[in-house]
């Protein structure tokens, strides 16, 4: 675990990474599980999952080269340094450790330095000696030596979870300034410099961004491209296919096509019901089964396309008029499928229109918004409730005081499912109506 931990730290694209794999594991174990409870298809929950790896397990990739190729690196580094007999650098910093005094600075009490260890026992347990001092201003700064860097990096990250540090700034490397969330808000600045730790605190940032300053130098521009201290990219894979256009534009090119294609394919077989029987019935009484549904107790209106060879289905699903003591209010929700019939493939394409109107006057004036869209839609609930006076349909009240409206899109479209799939016909929405030579991809 403090291996994994460690390299979530070393790697924060590696645990967002893991987190978006986990996250996403949940949302799809939660949402199969609804819908299969439901009985719907989990056909929608593929394509969906299958469009969000295409367009993220290139970039994941990506991340897990670069920290491979970094991980590498650094060891075949710290090889050639023990073979040569060099010492490794000091891991976690590319600083240097300086006298104490400096730490401490000019201002402070030699009176005042006292064993750190006894009080900070949690954070600096491993040190090999620790020192705190203060001065007249009731700054303090504390110091503490360490038998490796890594110890170091340890107690720093040991003092950050201790003080509890909000509004935190800089890096591992150049240190971490932050206000504590404990005592009096002071700021802090804790940064580890080779096997030893340096802290300062105060009552604003500027003074111990200012101590540190003047111990250890200037802290490097955090916008600036960062390496690991090791002074080894941590973005090298990534870095070299950027400089590599014509790599770079060819897998764009892949990664759209599959997008692309996904899209439309994917979505289209995630909606698409075979036919139930294999014998297919005539387009003509297809037709007439289709129409029949009017009759029923489905809240529909099914009549022929605007070129007489489709079909148009309707639910206008919410319809109502109210006024309450500011306002006079409209609503309407309305969705629609266009069949077209393929006779030869035995085939039913669907298009899907859906539209929402919304409208109010008033003293305040009049409100009006209204949206439409087209495309394909695997699945919607809605409930609707409006409270007012109800109005009919010839603008008088009702009595009524509110009105509910519920759509189940799925419940709805079922006796027309039903009937094209029981007839030996493909139930088949597509996004578009796409020409001849494009219909592969949209079916």
């Known amino acids: 675990m403090d291996r994994l931990l460690q390299t979530f730290r070393e790697y924060p694209a ?13 949302l799809a174990l939660v949402l199969g599980g609804l819908m299969a409870k439901s009985g719907a298809s989990l056909k929608p929950l593929i394509f969906f999952f ?22 590498r690196a650094v060891v075949g580094q710290a090889a050639a340094q023990e073979a040569s007999g060099q010492p490794n650098p000091p891991a976690g ?11 401490f600075g000019p201002q402070a009490d030699p009176a005042l330095i006292t064993d750190a260890k006894r009080g900070l026992d949690a954070i600096l347990s491993e040190a090999t ?4 001092s203060f001065n007249a201003s009731g700054e303090s700064a504390l110091a503490a030596r360490f038998a490796t860097a890594q110890a170091a990096a340890a107690a720093l990250n040991r003092y950050r979870a201790f003080f509890q540090f909000g509004t935190v700034s800089g890096s591992e490397v150049s240190g971490w300034t932050g ?25 604003t940032r500027e003074r111990v961004v200012a101590h540190r300053f003047r111990a250890l130098g200037p802290m490097a521009d955090p916008t600036a491209p960062s390496e690991a201290p ?32 996904w899209f439309f394919k994917a979505s289209a077989w995630s909606a698409s019901v075979p036919p139930a029987t294999a014998s297919a019935v005539d387009l003509e009484t297809l037709r007439q089964r289709l129409l029949a ?27 109502a008029r109210w006024f309450d003591l500011m306002r006079v209010h409209q609503m309407k929700r309305l969705h629609k499928l266009v069949l077209e019939f393929a006779e030869n493939d035995h085939k039913v394409r669907i298009r899907e229109y859906w539209s929402a109107f919304d409208a109010s006057a008033g003293a305040g004036g009049v409100r009006v918004a209204w949206k439409a869209s087209v495309g ?6 809605d409930h609707v409730r409006v409270v007012g006076v109800q109005m009919g349909p010839d603008g008088q009240p009702t009595g009524e005081l509110s009105q509910a409206y519920t759509f189940d899109l799925q419940r709805l479209k079922a006796p027309f499912v039903e009937a094209v799939t029981n007839a030996g016909w493909r139930w088949q929405p597509v996004m578009w109506t796409a020409p001849k030579p494009l219909r592969w991809l949209t079916e």
């Open 14 to 26: 590696i645990a967002g990474i893991t987190a978006f794999l986990l996250i996403s594991l949940l």
């Open 50 to 71: 299958g469009f969000l790896a295409i367009v993220g397990v290139p970039q994941a990739t990506l991340h897990v080269l670069d920290a491979w190729a970094h991980r």
């Open 376 to 381: 394909m839609m695997l699945f919607q609930v």
């Open 230 to 261: 090791d002074g080894i990219s941590k973005r090298q894979v990534s870095t070299r296919l950027a400089k590599n256009l014509p790599v770079m534009l060819t897998f764009m090119g892949i990664n759209l096509v599959l997008a692309v294609g």
């Open 129 to 132: 000696e620790a020192k705190l």
């Open 293 to 319: 549904v009017n009759q029923t107790d489905t809240p529909v209106e099914v009549k022929p396309g605007a070129d007489h060879k489709s079909l148009e289905v309707s639910w206008r699903y919410a319809d």
């Open 179 to 203: 206000q504590r969330y404990q005592g009096q808000g002071e700021w802090n600045h804790v940064v580890a410099a080779g096997n030893e730790l340096y802290a300062w605190t105060g009552p």
């Open 93 to 103: 910093s590319t600083l240097q450790p300086v006298a104490w005094d400096v730490v």
